[in-house]
C-alpha cells in the first residue's frame, strides 16, 4: 500500500465531504443525532454521542465555505492529471 | 617579497601559476615599486583593484572595504533587509506553531538519547515512568528521561529511509522514486495515526496534556524498533527478521503502554465526581491499549516488504 501525500489529501476531503453531507433536520434528528436532542449536562463530562454530534454539527458550520472551494481545484487536477 | 602594504595579506598569498600576460594590466598594482607583484597569488587582484583608487584618495591600505562609501551604505542596506525578511518569517511561522514549544523537544544531549534508546529496546527494567515537572512546566528531555523528544523519531525516520533505500538496493529493486514513495508512505501512516489519537482523545474528553507533538513523538518512536528489526532482517535473513519483530513489539507496546498510562488514565487519588464515569477509564485502557497493539501491525506493514 503505497501511499503519497496527495492520496492522504484526497482521503481527508472524501471524509470530510461525507460529513459535511448529513443534513441536519432530514437527517440527524431522525435518528437522534440533532443538536436539538443533545442534553447539556452541565458538571458533568458529555458522553461520547455529544461530543460527536458536536464535531459533526462544527464540521459543517466551518468547512462548509471552504469545502467548495477544495473540491473545485481536486475536480480540475482530477481532469487534468487523471 | 615582502613589501610594507602588503603586511595584511601576508597569510593569504599562496604560490599559485601567475596570470598571463594579456591581465597584467588589471592585476598591476600600480602603488607599490615592484614589478613581481602578479606571481603573489589569488587574492592579491582584488585588493589591487581597490588599491590605486586608495592611493588615488589618500587612505590608509588597510581598511580597503569601507572606504567605498557605496559599498559600505549598500552592504548595511542588505543586511537590514535579511533581518526585516528573517522577522517576517519567524512572525508567519509563529502563527501556525509555537517555536518554543518545538525547541523544548530538541533539547537533548548524548545521556539522554543512550539512555532513551536503551528503554526503547529493553523497557522492562525502567522503574520510574512519571514526567517530572518543575513548577507546572515540564522538564526538557535533559533532565528528565521519560520526557518526550522529537529528535530521536526524527533521525530514526530518516534512518529508516536510508535503510529502506540499502535494503531495497540489495535485492537490485531500488530506484530513486521508491526512495520517495518510502518516505510519503511512512509519513503519511504517521499523520492517520496522530489523527486517530487527537480524535479518540477528543470524543473521549480526555483531559491529558498530551499536546500534538507529544502524539507525533510516541508515534515517531516506532521508527527505533523498525531499524532495529530492518537490521537484523538483512543481517540474518527471514528467521532473524521474525525474531527481531516480535522482541521489539513487546518492547514498543510495552514501553507504549506505560508511557501513555500516566497521562491518559485517571489517576488512583480521583476526584470528588465518581459517578457516571464507569466506562470512561475503561474506555480510555481501550485507547492505551489499542495504539500499543497497532505499533507491532505497522512495523510489520512498513518493513515486511524490505526484508524477502
Same mark, same amino acid.
Given at each position: 500500500?503505497?501511499?503519497?501525500?496527495?492520496?492522504?489529501?484526497? =482521503?481527508?476531503?472524501?471524509?470530510?465531504? $461525507?460529513? $459535511?453531507?448529513?443534513?441536519?433536520?432530514?437527517?440527524?434528528?431522525?435518528?437522534?443525532?440533532?443538536?436539538?436532542?443533545?442534553?447539556? !449536562? %452541565?458538571?458533568?463530562?458529555?458522553?461520547?454521542?455529544?461530543?460527536?454530534?458536536?464535531?459533526?454539527?462544527?464540521?459543517?458550520?466551518?468547512?462548509?465555505?471552504?469545502?467548495?472551494?477544495?473540491?473545485?481545484?481536486?475536480?480540475?487536477?482530477?481532469?487534468?492529471?487523471? | 617579497?615582502?613589501?610594507?602594504?602588503?603586511?595584511?595579506?601576508?597569510?593569504?598569498?599562496?604560490?599559485?601559476?601567475?596570470?598571463?600576460?594579456?591581465?597584467?594590466?588589471?592585476?598591476? @598594482?600600480?602603488?607599490?615599486?615592484? /614589478?613581481?607583484?602578479?606571481?603573489?597569488?589569488?587574492? +592579491?587582484?582584488?585588493?589591487?583593484?581597490?588599491?590605486?583608487?586608495? @592611493?588615488?584618495?589618500?587612505? /590608509?591600505?588597510?581598511?580597503?572595504? %569601507?572606504? @567605498?562609501?557605496?559599498?559600505?551604505?549598500?552592504?548595511?542596506?542588505?543586511?537590514?533587509?535579511?533581518?526585516? !525578511?528573517?522577522?517576517?518569517?519567524?512572525?508567519?511561522?509563529?502563527?501556525?506553531?509555537?517555536?518554543?514549544?518545538?525547541?523544548?523537544?530538541?533539547?537533548?544531549?548524548?545521556?539522554?538519547?543512550?539512555?532513551?534508546?536503551?528503554?526503547?529496546?529493553?523497557?522492562?527494567?525502567?522503574?520510574?515512568?512519571?514526567?517530572?515537572?518543575?513548577?507546572? +512546566?515540564?522538564?526538557?528531555?535533559?533532565?528528565?528521561?521519560? =520526557?518526550?523528544?522529537?529528535?530521536?523519531?526524527?533521525?530514526?525516520?530518516?534512518?529508516?529511509?536510508?535503510? $529502506?533505500?540499502?535494503?531495497? !538496493?540489495?535485492?537490485?529493486? %531500488?530506484?530513486?522514486?521508491?526512495?520517495?514513495?518510502?518516505?510519503?508512505?511512512?509519513?503519511?501512516?504517521?499523520?492517520?495515526?496522530?489523527?486517530?489519537?487527537?480524535?479518540?482523545?477528543?470524543?473521549?474528553?480526555?483531559?491529558?496534556?498530551?499536546?500534538? %507533538?507529544?502524539?507525533? $513523538?510516541?508515534?515517531?518512536?516506532?521508527?527505533?524498533?523498525?531499524?532495529?528489526?530492518?537490521?537484523?532482517?538483512?543481517?540474518?535473513?527471514?528467521?532473524?527478521?521474525?525474531?527481531?519483530?516480535?522482541?521489539?513489539?513487546?518492547?514498543?507496546?510495552?514501553?507504549?503502554?506505560?508511557?501513555?498510562?500516566?497521562?491518559?488514565?485517571?489517576?488512583?487519588?480521583?476526584?470528588?465526581?465518581?459517578?457516571?464515569?464507569?466506562?470512561?477509564?475503561?474506555?480510555?485502557?481501550?485507547?492505551?491499549?489499542?495504539?500499543?497493539?497497532?505499533?507491532?501491525?505497522?512495523?510489520?506493514?512498513?518493513?515486511?516488504?524490505?526484508?524477502?
Amino acid at each position: 500500500m503505497a501511499f503519497t501525500l496527495y492520496s492522504l489529501i484526497q =482521503a481527508a476531503l472524501l471524509c470530510i465531504n $461525507a460529513v $459535511a453531507v448529513l443534513h441536519e433536520e432530514r437527517f440527524l434528528s431522525k435518528i437522534g443525532w440533532g443538536v436539538d436532542q443533545s442534553v447539556g !449536562g %452541565f458538571g458533568d463530562e458529555p458522553g461520547i454521542k455529544v461530543q460527536l454530534m458536536n464535531l459533526i454539527r462544527s464540521v459543517r458550520t466551518v468547512m462548509r465555505v471552504p469545502l467548495i472551494g477544495v473540491n473545485s481545484v481536486c475536480i480540475v487536477l482530477l481532469l487534468l492529471f487523471g | 617579497m615582502d613589501l610594507p602594504h602588503q603586511g595584511f595579506r601576508a597569510t593569504k598569498q599562496r604560490a599559485r601559476a601567475a596570470p598571463s600576460a594579456g591581465d597584467a594590466v588589471l592585476f598591476d @598594482d600600480t602603488s607599490s615599486a615592484a /614589478p613581481g607583484m602578479n606571481s603573489q597569488g589569488f587574492y +592579491t587582484p582584488a585588493y589591487n583593484m581597490a588599491g590605486p583608487s586608495n @592611493d588615488l584618495q589618500g587612505a /590608509p591600505g588597510v581598511n580597503n572595504l %569601507f572606504a @567605498d562609501p557605496m559599498a559600505s551604505a549598500a552592504m548595511m542596506y542588505g543586511s537590514s533587509l535579511a533581518n526585516q !525578511g528573517k522577522d517576517i518569517v519567524n512572525k508567519e511561522i509563529n502563527r501556525f506553531m509555537s517555536v518554543n514549544k518545538l525547541k523544548y523537544f530538541f533539547a537533548v544531549d548524548t545521556r539522554y538519547v543512550l539512555k532513551k534508546l536503551m528503554i526503547l529496546m529493553f523497557p522492562y527494567t525502567h522503574q520510574d515512568w512519571e514526567v517530572r515537572y518543575h513548577r507546572d +512546566t515540564p522538564l526538557t528531555p535533559r533532565q528528565d528521561v521519560n =520526557a518526550p523528544d522529537l529528535y530521536i523519531p526524527t533521525m530514526a525516520f530518516i534512518t529508516y529511509i536510508l535503510l $529502506a533505500g540499502m535494503a531495497l !538496493g540489495i535485492q537490485k529493486r %531500488f530506484s530513486p522514486e521508491v526512495l520517495g514513495l518510502c518516505a510519503s508512505t511512512a509519513l503519511v501512516w504517521i499523520i492517520i495515526e496522530v489523527l486517530v489519537m487527537l480524535l479518540s482523545l477528543y470524543l473521549l474528553t480526555v483531559h491529558s496534556d498530551l499536546s500534538t %507533538f507529544d502524539l507525533i $513523538a510516541y508515534s515517531g518512536y516506532k521508527y527505533v524498533g523498525m531499524i532495529f528489526t530492518v537490521m537484523c532482517g538483512l543481517m540474518f535473513g527471514s528467521d532473524g527478521y521474525y525474531v527481531a519483530l516480535a522482541w521489539s513489539s513487546c518492547a514498543l507496546m510495552f514501553f507504549i503502554v506505560r508511557s501513555l498510562k500516566m497521562k491518559i488514565l485517571p489517576s488512583i487519588s480521583s476526584d470528588s465526581m465518581g459517578m457516571g464515569s464507569n466506562s470512561k477509564p475503561q474506555l480510555r485502557l481501550y485507547i492505551t491499549v489499542a495504539t500499543a497493539v497497532f505499533q507491532p501491525i505497522i512495523i510489520y506493514w512498513l518493513t515486511s516488504h524490505l526484508v524477502r
